[in-house]
């Protein structure tokens, strides 16, 4: 079992990539206060460096964040204090009684910890299991076709001390996204050097449907958070336990 997000892109996703998460907590917190989950605990699985998690206890929640990333949860752990985190894989992890479920920027699909649509279905039951009557369970998943350009593709970012070259290339036969990461950051005067793989499993909206449905879910099909519209081949799912 890999946990991906070492120390460096940890801290670079979390200085440079959190606009996602900072940006889909207003609409989330929406779809919560919605549904009547005005308080209560909920559990965060792949909660990264803790923006999410933050948002949840700033409103008044309690919040269980689970990453397989030691680095992240070392980062989440400073963000949000009044949270409570652990490091464990987000299909595998025992899950408390709670009054809803997210997994936010397409945990789902990271292969950190190799699992298939049967694991999901396992999960899925699971969480079923752990929400109370009326509870929800909301994420987003990558589908196939989400490189709309070359494939593969190169591109580049860069911040303040940091900076990665990205080749993202998508296998159609075996519904796999790869993405292979060189990792430049500055530590004093000079730059550290490392690379990361992250394998992604690709899953079509219809058959995540088919899946929650089948544990007894009643599911919503969305495009985004609140005004935060997803990207091609993004899609999320609210999922309510019936009571």
């Not at 948002?55 to 989440?76: F, N, P, Q, R």
């Not at 999960?123 to 109370?132: K, M, S, T, V």
Request: charged letters at 25%.
């Amino acid at each position: 079992m890999d946990s991906g997000y070492k120390e460096d892109l940890a801290y670079i996703h979390d200085v440079g990539f959190g606009t996602f998460a900072t940006q889909s907590a207003p609409g989330l917190l929406e779809i919560l206060r919605q549904k009547g989950i005005e308080k209560g605990l909920i559990v965060d699985l792949g909660c990264g460096s803790g923006i999410w998690a933050k948002a949840l206890t700033e409103a008044g929640y309690d919040v269980l964040g689970i990453d397989i990333s030691d680095a992240m949860i070392d980062l989440a752990r400073k963000k949000a204090p009044k949270a409570n985190f652990q490091t464990a894989s987000l299909v595998r992890v025992e899950l408390p009684k709670c009054d809803a479920i997210t997994s936010i920027g397409e945990c789902l699909n990271y292969q950190f910890d190799e699992h298939g649509l049967g694991e999901i279905q396992q999960l899925f039951a699971r969480i079923y299991e752990a929400l109370r009557p009326g509870g929800l369970f909301i994420f987003d998943i990558l589908q196939p076709g989400s490189l709309t350009v070359s494939n593969p593709h190169q591109i580049y970012y860069e911040g303040e001390e940091w900076a990665i070259l990205l080749e993202k290339e998508e296998d159609k036969k075996t519904s796999t996204l790869t993405r292979k990461m060189t990792i430049f950051r500055q530590v004093g005067e000079l730059y550290r050097k490392s690379a990361e793989i992250h394998r992604v499993r690709l899953y079509k909206s219809a058959e995540i449907a088919k899946e929650l449905r089948q544990v007894g879910f009643r599911v919503r099909i969305i495009r985004g958070y609140g005004e935060l519209t997803f990207r091609k081949a993004h899609v999320g799912f609210i999922a309510t336990k019936i009571a």
